[in-house]
């Protein structure tokens, strides 16, 4: 069975950086995309970022643009999202999630169960 | 600011049917295809559709997808108190390049 666990969450003042990661298992992991999405809480979804299987290719909201980095260890098994200048609005529960296509955002067909951020000073 | 547009709420009786409307346009939904996600209270989101009509293993075909133009639905017929979620549409956006949640829609049963 396909799992993700996300790890590396906390409090962080505003402008500093935090490094989340999303151990998988169960699954082929670099023959998969994979994901991170964020949700504050009692609001929306909003995707983050998104990275191809090989780690070639890597895809941002403009609202993370220049500020946070996606990566992958496929020898690890572990995907990474790189968080510099944090801002109060990136405040949020973030989530890891595989893609079934090895290139782009398909759909996302595992969830892990979240890491909180919270940025305050 | 999401630029796939849901209504906020929709409710039905045990038994009843549920339509949730997802408004998109032509660089998302008009062009590529749409999926559906349920979130449980206190969960993590569940994929629920695919590929605007497709239902992966284990979801009930209570739940069925359409799309036209730059529009999708989600139809849950013969509603459950189970049911009781939020739903988001998705697809990926050209102009974004990225990929693009609705508002949600906070399905209630009575």
């Known amino acids: 069975e396909a799992q993700l666990l996300e790890s590396g969450g906390g409090l962080v003042q505003p402008g500093g950086s935090l490094r989340l990661s999303c151990a998988a298992s169960?699954?082929?992991?670099?023959?998969?995309?994979m994901n991170w999405v964020r949700q504050v809480p009692g609001k929306g979804l909003e995707w983050v970022s998104g990275?191809?299987?090989?780690?070639?290719?890597?895809y941002y909201a403009d609202s993370v643009k220049g500020r946070f980095t996606i990566s992958r260890d496929n020898s690890k098994n572990t995907l990474y999202l790189q968080m510099n200048s944090l801002r109060a609005e990136d405040t949020a529960v973030y989530y890891c999630?595989?893609?079934?296509?090895?290139?782009?955002?398909?759909?996302?067909?595992?969830w892990g169960q979240g890491t909180t951020v919270t940025v305050s000073s | 600011q999401s630029v796939l547009t849901q209504p906020p709420s929709a409710s039905g009786t045990p038994g009843q049917r549920v339509s949730i409307s997802c408004s998109g346009s032509?660089?998302?939904?008009?062009?590529?295809?749409v999926n559906w996600y349920q979130q449980l209270p206190g969960t993590a989101p569940k994929l629920l559709i695919y590929?605007?009509?497709q239902r992966p293993s284990g979801v009930p075909d209570r739940f069925s997808g359409s799309k036209s133009g730059t529009s999708a639905s989600l139809a849950i017929s013969g509603l459950q108190s189970e049911d009781e979620a939020d739903y988001y549409c998705?697809?990926?956006?050209?102009?974004?390049?990225?990929?693009?949640f609705g508002t949600g829609t906070k399905v209630t049963v009575l």
């Open positions: 999630a595989k893609d079934p296509d090895f290139v782009l955002v398909t759909r996302l067909d595992v």
């Open positions: 169960g699954f082929t992991f670099s023959s998969y995309a």
């Open positions: 990275i191809s299987g090989s780690g070639g290719g890597t």
């Open positions: 032509s660089s998302n939904i008009g062009r590529n295809t």
């Open positions: 590929s605007i009509n």
């Open positions: 998705a697809a990926w956006d050209d102009s974004l390049n990225g990929y693009v």
